[in-house]
């Protein structure tokens, strides 16, 4: 049997977290377990790649930083560059998942496949999920030709594009979902089934290069009955851009109007999201504001920070959110 080198990249989080006892599944230290000692819990991978760890950060991943990102951006495309390389796997908090797994869809150029995965019990658990999450990522990302559909986040048994991927659950074990576009694919027995393939740019298709440093600031703001223009006022302090996560179709109350509008007129860009879970916001673009589709307001902030970052127009930001 060929076997593929799949390289594993770990970030910590609740599958490299500690509890004091094996019945504690929500009292624990996320991010104190070595990617060796969760290797050595899953001695099945043997029979599935060559697998080689590394320890990048060990953290809660509430802790991430874009900094941390952009660390893990390049070690991941210098990793992807390597002929001995096949596939990688990060291994990642699931708290903020979804953000890194985007970033790197955007940012990362490799036809390799590019795993991320977590866990929901730790790693000191009855019954934990992050062996076997392990594992699975490990088959995906040994499976050729799992690089074309981006970056991929496996989670009990569901594939979910980086594009749609996000966390639906607090602590159960099924945690992730593909929004109303549904899954990627499915992993049983060890075995990828793929299904469906997302068709917004990512990964070899992308323009974005990983940012040398910071990102612009971007902030999000929720809208909600009985917010205050004084908030707002004191929330778009110094900012390069806002996500606006508003009301159904993107909106926002009436009140809070003109202060985005002072905002739009000094250079900010303004991207309207929903706070709704399914369906696209495509009206309200124009004059400083961007129409956000379907993107999650934490996923379209990205999106709308390395466009900055590129100095790109409204028409070209706005195009990007048609695309990406
Ligand atoms: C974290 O995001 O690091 C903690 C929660 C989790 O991994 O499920």
């Not at 500690?18 to 969760?38: C, K, M």
């Not at 060890?190 to 290069?209: E, M, N, W």
Request: glycine letters at 10%; hydrophobic letters at 40%; one cysteine or more.
């Amino acid at each position: 049997m060929n076997m593929k080198n799949v390289y594993i990249i770990a970030c910590g989080g609740t599958i490299a977290g500690r509890a004091d006892s094996a019945s504690n599944l929500t009292g624990y230290t996320a991010g104190a377990v070595h990617i060796n000692e969760l290797l050595s819990a899953v001695p099945e991978l043997d029979k599935v790649a060559r697998v080689h760890g590394e320890q990048l950060c060990n953290l809660d991943s509430s802790d991430m930083t874009e900094a941390l990102w952009v660390k893990l951006a390049k070690t991941v495309e210098g990793i992807a560059a390597r002929d001995d390389v096949d596939g990688i796997v990060i291994t990642h908090g699931t708290d903020t998942l979804e953000e890194t797994a985007y970033f790197l869809n955007l940012t990362v150029h490799t036809h390799k496949p590019v795993i991320i995965t977590g866990a929901m019990r730790p790693a000191t658990a009855l019954s934990a999920d992050g062996p076997l999450n392990l594992w699975e990522a490990v088959q995906v990302a040994a499976t050729p030709g799992a690089g074309q559909y981006g970056v991929l986040i496996v989670m009990n048994g569901t594939i979910c594009s980086a594009r749609f991927g996000y966390k639906t659950d607090t602590t159960h074990v099924q945690a992730f979902h593909g929004r109303q576009m549904g899954v990627v694919g499915f992993v049983q027995n060890g075995i990828p089934y793929f299904y469906q393939a997302p068709l917004r740019c990512h990964t070899f298709q992308s323009k974005f290069d990983i940012p040398a440093e910071t990102l612009p600031h971007v902030a999000i703001i929720y809208c909600h009955v009985g917010m205050t223009e004084k908030t707002v006022r004191a929330l778009i302090q110094d900012l390069s851009g806002i996500i606006l996560v508003g009301l159904g179709h993107g909106k926002n109350p009436n009140y809070i109007e003109s202060v985005l509008k002072e905002a739009a007129s000094t250079g900010v860009k303004i991207v309207r999201t929903s706070r709704v879970l399914g369906g696209i916001v495509s009206e309200g673009g124009g004059q400083g504001f961007i129409c956000g589709d379907s993107l999650m307001p934490q996923q379209a902030k990205i999106l709308l920070q390395l466009s900055l970052d590129k100095g790109e127009t409204e028409e070209e930001i706005q195009h990007n959110f048609r695309i990406y």
